[in-house]
């Protein structure tokens, strides 16, 4: 008998929610097995608690076979281990220790907001002085978020457009493990020259502070990790966060009365990124994969079996907010998933905070009366890809 | 209030000390957190708390 496949987000129908059969399974905490997209057979969990247990324990449920490969095609869970989301317990520690200080130390992020700041207004410029409708999506969060990470990176304008062709392939659910090979093999072979220019001269950017971190360590990171951890940053730095702009923008625009509250008080920034992350989510869940025989919600899980955490779902659990399906851009800022949970939670999170409430602030204040320019059933959506939003957005102002 | 964290575990994400900046802070070398205070005043408790449950690797505790 074969098994239900797994509910997928279907924009154009529900724009901002989870698919409907999530509301019944999560309210009983009730787990089933389904079908995923690349034939994987998986339980699904979609309560708040089931999601945040399973992530939380990285010994019980290990992502050794991909954050994604019940969605992606590309990635093989039996592949071998080619970068640190795949790695768990202390291999994965030591990687991370090299890496989070650059990008989620409050004292760094303080020094980075002014450049993020600056490439926020220029985009703001840019963009008021183009025709309307303007192509929000391409031209302004993808051109942002692009700008951060290659600066940090201290990747050259020339180059930037390697690390879009790297995360077009890498996040189409359609692109084979051959054809995500020979994509990202540019982006690979400028980064792993780029790590012996810098070796040789060392500046002030994310990578060239990784080298020098992990140099008085015990085991200094290699040339090659050195490659797919800053490859890593790129290609998640900037497509993730576009996306979230232009979708967060999106139901802010089109939620009545929320972008109203964020002009009267751009302050409300910080708590409406917060927000948009908790209720928009990730769409399409993540995979671990058990290492013992165990149980979650009740429900004994077998060694090896898969386990996908809708998180989306979770985040939508009225054990977390009463109301968790209101959108409310002055809630508390509480915990939510929508960054992940436990060791893998996302690296990249207080960039990604940052560049959002600097957007969100600056467009409050810069363009109040910026509105979507066409009607919400006539978005187009991304069809392919894991990293879920509108395929572009044209918006106007007065 | 008591509070206690676990070092070893912490992974660095910065969100204590974004939440609880008098609470929390983070080393210079690797990011991870330093407890400033063991025992915060109660003004804190709210910022704490939410330090607690936003933290992804659930290396901070409140203690009895």
């Given at each position: 008998m074969s098994l239900p496949a797994m509910p997928m987000p279907a924009e154009d129908e529900r724009p901002f929610d989870p698919p409907p059969e999530y509301a019944e399974l999560r309210a009983g905490a009730t787990m089933i097995r389904v079908s995923c997209p690349t034939g994987l057979?998986?339980?699904?969990?979609?309560?708040?608690?089931?999601?945040?247990e399973v992530l939380g324990d990285g010994r019980r449920f290990s992502t050794r076979p991909g954050l994604a490969a019940h969605v992606l095609s590309s990635y093989g869970p039996e592949s071998p281990i080619d970068n640190f989301t795949r790695m768990d317990g202390p291999e994965h520690v030591r990687i991370r220790r090299n890496f989070a200080p650059q990008v989620t130390h409050a004292r760094r992020l303080a020094e980075l907001r002014p450049m993020v700041e600056r490439i926020t207004d220029e985009a703001i410029t840019r963009m008021l002085a183009s025709p309307q409708p303007y192509p929000l999506h391409s031209q302004f969060s993808t051109a942002i978020t692009t700008s951060v990470i290659a600066e940090l990176i201290g990747v050259p304008s020339s180059q930037r457009h390697l690390l879009h062709e790297a995360a077009m392939a890498l996040f189409d659910t359609s692109t084979k493990a051959d054809q995500l090979r020979e994509a990202l093999t540019p982006l690979y072979t400028y980064l792993y020259e780029a790590v012996a220019t810098?070796?040789?001269?060392?500046?002030?950017?994310?990578?060239?502070?990784m080298i020098e971190h992990s140099a008085?360590?015990?085991?200094?990171l290699t040339d090659t990790e050195l490659t797919e951890m800053n490859a890593a940053l790129l290609i998640a730095g900037f497509d993730t966060t576009a996306s979230m702009i232009t979708y967060g923008l999106l139901a802010l625009l089109n939620i009545p009365g929320e972008w109203e509250k964020l002009v009267a008080d751009p302050s409300t920034a910080a708590s409406a990124t917060e927000e948009l992350v908790r209720y928009l989510a990730v769409g399409t869940g993540l995979l671990r994969q058990a290492t013992e025989d165990t149980e979650v919600n009740g429900q004994p899980i077998r060694a090896g079996d898969y386990v996908v955490v809708a998180v989306q779902s979770g985040n939508r659990d009225m054990a977390l907010h009463a109301d968790a399906d209101d959108f409310d851009i002055t809630r508390k800022p509480g915990a939510h998933l929508g960054f992940g949970h436990g060791a893998h939670a996302c690296v990249g999170q207080q960039i990604a905070r940052m560049e959002l409430t600097t957007v969100l602030r600056a467009l409050a204040t810069r363009v109040p009366t910026l509105r979507v320019a066409v009607p919400l059933n006539e978005v187009e959506w991304k069809k392919d890809s894991v990293v879920r939003g509108p395929a572009e957005l044209p918006v106007a102002w007065t | 209030m008591k509070v206690a964290v676990d070092r070893d575990h912490c992974i660095g994400a910065g969100n204590c000390a974004m939440t609880a900046p008098s609470v929390f802070d983070q080393d210079a070398d690797e990011a991870i957190v330093i407890l400033l205070t063991d025992s915060p005043p109660d003004s804190e408790q709210d910022a704490v708390q939410q330090a607690v449950d936003r933290c992804p690797a659930a290396v901070i505790r409140l203690l009895p």
């Amino acid at each position: 008998m074969s098994l239900p496949a797994m509910p997928m987000p279907a924009e154009d129908e529900r724009p901002f929610d989870p698919p409907p059969e999530y509301a019944e399974l999560r309210a009983g905490a009730t787990m089933i097995r389904v079908s995923c997209p690349t034939g994987l057979d998986a339980w699904l969990i979609s309560d708040y608690a089931g999601v945040r247990e399973v992530l939380g324990d990285g010994r019980r449920f290990s992502t050794r076979p991909g954050l994604a490969a019940h969605v992606l095609s590309s990635y093989g869970p039996e592949s071998p281990i080619d970068n640190f989301t795949r790695m768990d317990g202390p291999e994965h520690v030591r990687i991370r220790r090299n890496f989070a200080p650059q990008v989620t130390h409050a004292r760094r992020l303080a020094e980075l907001r002014p450049m993020v700041e600056r490439i926020t207004d220029e985009a703001i410029t840019r963009m008021l002085a183009s025709p309307q409708p303007y192509p929000l999506h391409s031209q302004f969060s993808t051109a942002i978020t692009t700008s951060v990470i290659a600066e940090l990176i201290g990747v050259p304008s020339s180059q930037r457009h390697l690390l879009h062709e790297a995360a077009m392939a890498l996040f189409d659910t359609s692109t084979k493990a051959d054809q995500l090979r020979e994509a990202l093999t540019p982006l690979y072979t400028y980064l792993y020259e780029a790590v012996a220019t810098r070796r040789a001269q060392p500046g002030d950017d994310v990578l060239s502070r990784m080298i020098e971190h992990s140099a008085d360590s015990d085991r200094p990171l290699t040339d090659t990790e050195l490659t797919e951890m800053n490859a890593a940053l790129l290609i998640a730095g900037f497509d993730t966060t576009a996306s979230m702009i232009t979708y967060g923008l999106l139901a802010l625009l089109n939620i009545p009365g929320e972008w109203e509250k964020l002009v009267a008080d751009p302050s409300t920034a910080a708590s409406a990124t917060e927000e948009l992350v908790r209720y928009l989510a990730v769409g399409t869940g993540l995979l671990r994969q058990a290492t013992e025989d165990t149980e979650v919600n009740g429900q004994p899980i077998r060694a090896g079996d898969y386990v996908v955490v809708a998180v989306q779902s979770g985040n939508r659990d009225m054990a977390l907010h009463a109301d968790a399906d209101d959108f409310d851009i002055t809630r508390k800022p509480g915990a939510h998933l929508g960054f992940g949970h436990g060791a893998h939670a996302c690296v990249g999170q207080q960039i990604a905070r940052m560049e959002l409430t600097t957007v969100l602030r600056a467009l409050a204040t810069r363009v109040p009366t910026l509105r979507v320019a066409v009607p919400l059933n006539e978005v187009e959506w991304k069809k392919d890809s894991v990293v879920r939003g509108p395929a572009e957005l044209p918006v106007a102002w007065t | 209030m008591k509070v206690a964290v676990d070092r070893d575990h912490c992974i660095g994400a910065g969100n204590c000390a974004m939440t609880a900046p008098s609470v929390f802070d983070q080393d210079a070398d690797e990011a991870i957190v330093i407890l400033l205070t063991d025992s915060p005043p109660d003004s804190e408790q709210d910022a704490v708390q939410q330090a607690v449950d936003r933290c992804p690797a659930a290396v901070i505790r409140l203690l009895p």
